[in-house]
C-alpha cells in the first residue's frame, strides 16, 4: 500500500523555486532544499527522486503559476494598451520584492541551466511561447477593435515585447528600482499607436 504524502506538494514547490531561485541551480545542493523545503530527506527523494526532478516541477509550477496570473489579467477589464502594461509591468516590476536581485527564475534557468539540459530548455521554450501568445492575444484584439493602430503584423509585435520583457527581467538582476523601468514600459506601450 502506496504511503500518502505528508505535506502540500504546492507549498514544497513554491519553497523549492524559492530556493532555486535564491541561490541557482548549481548552487543549490541537497542540504539547501532539505532545510528549504520543510520536508524530510526522505520524503524529497521519495517523491522528486533527484534534485534535477525537483529543479524540473519547481520551474512547471512557476511557470504555471505565472501563466495564470497573465491569463487573469488577459481576462481583466481594461483596454489592450492597459493590458499590455499590466502585463509588462507584472513580468517585470512585479519580479522584485524590493531587496532581492533575483530576476525572473525561468530567464535565470534559461542562461545557467538550459544551454546544456534538453528538458529545461524545452520547458523554457515552451513559456516563452505561451508569454508571446499572451501578448499576440492582446495585441490582435487592439487592432480588431483599432486601438492599437501600429501596421505592423500583431504576431511580430507581440515577439518585440516578449523581448523587451526578457531584458528587463535581466535587468532585475542588477536592480530592483521599479522607476528603472517605467520609461522603457512607457515607450514600449507607446509602439503600439
Request: aromatic fraction near 6%; hydrophobic fraction near 35%.
Amino acid at each position: 500500500m502506496a504511503r500518502t504524502k505528508d505535506f502540500d506538494e504546492n507549498e514544497v514547490l513554491t519553497r523549492a523555486m524559492h530556493v532555486f531561485w535564491s541561490r541557482g541551480y548549481t548552487a543549490t545542493s541537497m542540504e539547501d532544499l532539505v532545510g528549504g523545503l520543510g520536508i524530510s530527506r526522505s520524503s524529497l527523494y521519495g517523491t522528486y527522486t533527484d534534485k534535477h526532478t525537483l529543479f524540473v516541477k519547481a520551474l512547471e509550477h512557476y511557470q504555471k503559476m505565472g501563466v495564470m496570473k497573465l491569463e487573469e489579467i488577459l481576462d481583466s477589464d481594461g483596454s489592450a494598451k492597459e493590458k499590455i502594461r499590466k502585463l509588462i509591468e507584472h513580468v517585470t516590476i512585479g519580479l522584485s520584492d524590493g531587496k532581492k536581485r533575483l530576476g525572473c527564475f525561468m530567464v535565470n534557468a534559461e542562461v545557467e541551466v538550459a544551454p546544456h539540459d534538453k528538458k529545461v530548455d524545452k520547458l523554457v521554450c515552451q513559456h516563452e511561447k505561451q508569454i508571446e501568445e499572451i501578448f499576440y492575444q492582446v495585441i490582435q484584439k487592439g487592432k480588431e477593435t483599432g486601438e492599437i493602430k501600429n501596421g505592423k503584423d500583431a504576431r511580430v509585435l507581440a515577439k518585440f515585447i516578449s523581448n523587451t520583457v526578457k531584458g528587463m527581467q535581466v535587468t532585475l538582476k542588477l536592480t530592483t528600482d521599479p522607476s528603472v523601468f517605467k520609461d522603457i514600459i512607457a515607450l514600449t506601450v507607446s509602439i503600439l499607436d
